[in-house]
Every structure is written in C-alpha cells, then in structure tokens.
C-alpha cells in the first residue's frame, strides 16, 4: 500500500513561479529514483526531470535553467521548483517513483493522480 499525491498546481501568469509537492506515502521500505512527467492534451507523456536517491538530477532540455527537482528523503517528498513559466509548460504533471514497499521484494514504479498546471495570461 503505497500512494503518492501531487500538489501546488494552479494558474500562473507567464513569468510566474510555481512550487510541486509530491507525497509518498503508505508502507514504504524504500525509494531509489523519483521523477516528474508533464503530459499536455494532445501530448505524449513527457519527462520532465528526474533525480536520483543521491540527489543528481536530469531535465528535459525546455526545463533547463527554470526548474530545479529535488527531494526530502527524511519525508518521502519530491519537489519541482518551476520559475519563469511559459505557455507550452501547461499540462497535468505527475509525480512517479520507484519505491520498495514493505509488502513486495523488489522496487515497483507508482505514480500520482497528477496536479494541473496552467500558464497563462
């Protein structure tokens, strides 16, 4: 039994800034990578950053620059730091994770609900 739920999504105005929160949370043994995925409508599912359980991180080339992943291992939470907002970054963004839980062997990816995140004046 594991969950991960999104948060701090909203409109924003080109320019703005917006904070990601990702929750894990349920009977988790442990968590190796956890990532971010945008999917926009009409759109492939996107990744948007990744960062490791040592903290390295990799971002889509559009991301570079504007959006900083990190994450609080002490509170199984995943954060995306998005500053100077573009149109084209609209889309539901995902939280997911590679996660062992207490209740299977080996590591199993789990995914958010997703939150929205329009940009737009």
């Known amino acids: 039994q594991v969950q991960l739920v999104e948060s701090g999504g909203g409109l924003v105005q080109p320019g703005g800034s917006l904070r990601l929160s990702c929750a894990a949370s349920?009977?988790?043994?442990?968590?190796?990578?956890m990532d971010w995925y945008r999917q926009a409508p009409g759109k492939e599912r996107e990744l948007v950053a990744r960062?490791?359980?040592?903290?390295?991180?990799q971002y889509v080339d559009s991301a570079k620059g504007r959006f900083t992943i990190s994450r609080d291992n002490a509170k199984n939470t995943l954060y995306l730091q998005m500053n100077s907002l573009k149109p084209e970054d609209t889309a539901v963004y995902y939280c997911?994770?590679?996660?062992?839980?207490?209740?299977?062997?080996?590591?199993?990816?789990?995914w958010g609900q997703g939150t929205q995140v329009t940009v737009s004046s």
């Open positions: 960062i490791t359980r040592e903290g390295s991180a």
């Open positions: 997911s994770a590679n996660i062992k839980s207490r209740a299977f062997t080996y590591y199993a990816n789990y």
């Open positions: 349920g009977r988790i043994f442990s968590i190796n990578t």
